[in-house]
């Protein structure tokens, strides 16, 4: 080892063993993206560690819906399978952040595989350019071989300890599993072979999570619809473990701990027991602004309260959602320093975010062979453009507009059947339901479309993009605006809740006989003053493109054009981070983004496609 090398590995460790509240992020939660990351690293100078999603060396898909479930308040379950997108490609997307940013955080890449060589890999890719590699011991629901397979067992935790210490002096941390009754011993193998420190705990189980109005397993998880325990019931777990892994190693071993952590009180807990950095993982989806009717801190707190950072919140230039993640962990770390509580503030409601209700089917509207028309006995409050996930048990879930409220409606088209690609399933076993069946339905997730300052709106949909229609026309004639909505349909047949819709715009159905996107022209030929115009844009990717060049070519603003993205919606609750649009969440902040901000961030719309 070089002197600079052995300098800079000084100053980690140094950083790791500081007596002090450190706070850090963990594998799996929020900063699973670049742009998550970035945005933490920015956004929130409380968090000094961001650890990154676990990578293996081949792209791995992971599980598809269910991912998360939320058993109680607060209390997750998740089987996301290590999504993520290789090796290659991980490295590739990192070096990018850290080639137009450098982090004021230091960075921990979290690593998986299943085998040593495969981690030697890992390890020899991303050292360069990682301040610690965590390597994943310890997932309760990956593959065969991977995880928890290898944390489980002090024999085998030692045999790649030993060998991964050979390839390399960057930092190792071993992330443990909670799941054995020998987690201190497993600790000192991992530390007498070549571990620096000593991340703990993963997910404790994995168990099967049951809905309980059908009684079917919600997880998809071919390993028997399990997955591992997060959130505050394993906060005992954890405090137990961690303290058993200290008593196991020296105390110049640095311990990441986590698990459950909600209030500065868990924080001051989990050093007693011997943690030297404290990881927030799932907690941070329960922190959700007062625009999705939930919980944020209130803006009367003085004296020393009001110590919680104020961080720009504008709309159009940060997300709201994730700035009050900034301001918990703010209130978090000055809770766990002074005794306060202010982040208690956060969780008042006794609400579950993802919690599933029956809806019973009362009536089907079949429009030709792939389209249907589902209203639903009971309502859901919402605002424009929000959504919610259907869940067709034993199948999975997938997200859908709200297109009515009274009655509940929704727009549903059958997609293209693929077992095995694991496409259009929960589309198809919808148009397998009879009426007198029940939906299971949990939300609502997304913001509140944005509102506009033009007096003249034009709306341009096609397919089940006209879901959004209903509810966007209604709250742009609530604020004054006269609304245009142009639809494009294949068939007449095709034209749904055309009734609803004339209730608050002129509507133009607009068959394409044969020219993909020809509402666009017909939009094109009906203004007359298109830069005093605002646009809303909703439907497949290829009508959304085209709409917005021509409107930007009309002369409208790009802050006043926008387009409905439809990214990977997965978790729904701001865990998973896999439906990142630049740098806020679909599932927070979505679903309509302004080309203005597309522009910014570099964004293709057609990489959602």
Known sequence: MDAITAMVREKRMNFLLEDRIKLATVSGIFTTKPAMIEFVDEHIPEIEMITSKSYQVRPNPGNREIIIVEDSVGNFGNAVGLRNPGMEKGYEELYALLARRALRAYLDISLSADSIDDFAKLIKKFEPIADFLELNFSCPHAKEGFGASIGSDARIVAEYMKELRKVTDAILIPKLTPNVDNIGEIALAAVENGADAIAAINTVGPVVYKEPHTGRPLLYNPKGHKGGKSGGWIKEVALEKIAEIRK???????????????TGYDVRRMREAGANVIGVGSVIARVVPKKRGYVTVSADLSGENTII????????????????????ISALKRDAEKYTCLADHFFVSKERI?????????NIDQRGDNLRVFTLEGKIDYKSSQFVFIW??????????????????FVVRRREYDEKAKKGLVTNALFKLNKGDRLMIRGVYGAEAPSTEKEKVCIVAGGTGIAVVPGLAKKLKAEGKDVSVYYGITSVDQVVLDDEIRKYAAL?????????????????????????????NIGPVPLMKKAMKVQEELGASAKDIYASIETNNMCGIGMCSECVCGN????????????????????DIGDFE
């Open 584 to 603: 806020r969440l679909t599932c927070q902040d979505g679903t309509f983004f302004s080309l203005e901000y597309l522009k910014e961030h570099k964004i």
């Open 309 to 328: 950072l104020e961080r720009q919140a504008q709309q159009r230039e940060t997300s709201l959602a994730l700035l009050e993640r900034a301001k918990y």
């Open 354 to 362: 993802a919690e599933y209700k029956p809806y019973k089917i009362t």
């Open 248 to 262: 196991a190693v020296e105390d110049d071993i640095p311990i990441i701990g986590m698990g459950g952590i909600t």
């Open 392 to 409: 067709v048990p034993d199948v999975g879930e997938k997200p859908f507009s709200i297109a009515k409220n009274d009655p509940l409606t």
């Open 508 to 536: 133009y159905p607009i068959t394409d006989n044969g020219t993909p996107g020809r509402a666009v022209d017909v939009m094109k030929g009906s203004l007359d003053n298109p830069k005093e115009a605002a646009f809303y």
